[in-house]
């Protein structure tokens, strides 16, 4: 039988995905300074996915199906495309400690899909205050009774987040219910590739390849490319695979109220953004809600499939 970790191992690996993954966002905000997003983003994850497909094959796994490929290409869609795509196109508008604090709602939208999905869980009434409560957060924290210059947020940024949101739910439920049959790490690197291509095109409709010029792009924004690839897509995945083997889904599931309180201060100490009494009071609505959302699922049964 494998030994199981140790505290100090499981410590450092919550720390890990606590810090890196609310780190993204900050690097996120430099990259899209001067890179544009779409085709920023599908890179990013073309080459990570591309060297953890590499390394995988190295280690003698087998070549993917064609079903595994279909399916992981949908959730990498949904989560990269749809999920992650919205968040860089957001950060053009958006600080990036703000921008956490909205993406902080996604498990709610993950509670809302499960009860849509055939034969989902229904919301108990406590985890429907907390639906509602979020919404109020949020709400409160866009202010769109305010324009942007009295404290108001980007509305159209803010929508798109929202329906990022609702795409990573879709993408998170779906992959509970595919069963194509790959390891998390086959799939993940599945998932990338196929979400990279899917980004890739997104740029093309956008227009990023005109919109590319390397010489202006600056040398933090490079920085923040490799981290992004390096530390965010290859490393925080890994430690968060690796987190749910050997934890419960509960705990590792903190991260999602952990990581907008870490990208706000991150983002007040290095890109100077400001911390409102709106930020604090919208924040401590968010986090308290996406708490009770998080306490509630472990009492809830599984979706059956």
């Known amino acids: ?41 599908g890179v990013r994850f073309l080459i990570a996915g591309t060297l953890l497909f590499s390394f995988l094959k190295l280690r003698g796994a087998a070549w993917p199906t064609a079903h595994q490929w279909r399916a992981n290409t949908i959730i990498g869609t949904f989560l990269l495309l749809g999920g992650n795509g919205a968040v860089v196109w957001a950060e053009q508008y958006l600080p990036s400690g703000l921008t956490a604090l909205l993406i902080g709602i996604g498990p709610l939208f ?71 049959g790959a390891e998390p790490f086959f799939a993940s690197s599945l998932q990338m590739l196929g979400g990279g291509v899917a980004l890739t095109l997104a740029a ?4 990023d390849f005109a919109r590319l010029h390397i010489a202006v792009i600056a040398p933090r924004a490079w920085l923040a490319f490799a981290y992004l690839i390096a530390v965010g897509s290859l490393v925080g995945f890994s430690t968060f695979v690796w987190l749910m083997k050997h934890s419960t889904p509960a705990r590792v599931a903190t991260y999602a109220y952990v990581n907008p309180i870490v990208a706000v201060f991150l983002g007040w100490l290095l890109l100077n953004e400001p911390i409102t009494s709106r930020t604090l009071v919208a924040s401590a609505i968010i986090v308290t809600a996406v708490a009770i959302i998080t306490v509630q699922k472990t009492k809830v049964a599984p979706v059956k499939t």
């Open 1 to 41: 039988m494998p030994t199981p970790p140790t505290r100090t191992a499981l410590l450092l690996a919550f720390a890990a995905i606590y810090l890196i993954w609310g780190s993204t966002y900050l690097a996120i905000r430099v990259a899209v300074e001067t890179m544009p997003p779409f085709l920023m983003a």
């Open 110 to 180: 993950i509670v809302l899909t499960e009860w849509a999905w055939p034969g989902g869980t229904r919301p108990g009434v406590v985890t429907a205050i907390a639906l509602l409560l979020g919404f109020i957060g949020v709400s409160w924290l866009a202010a769109p009774w305010e324009n942007a210059s009295h404290g108001g947020l980007n509305l159209g940024a803010v929508a798109s987040i929202l329906i990022g949101c609702v795409s990573w739910g879709i993408g998170s439920i779906y992959s509970r219910h595919a069963k194509h």
């Open 204 to 207: 093309l409709v956008h227009d």
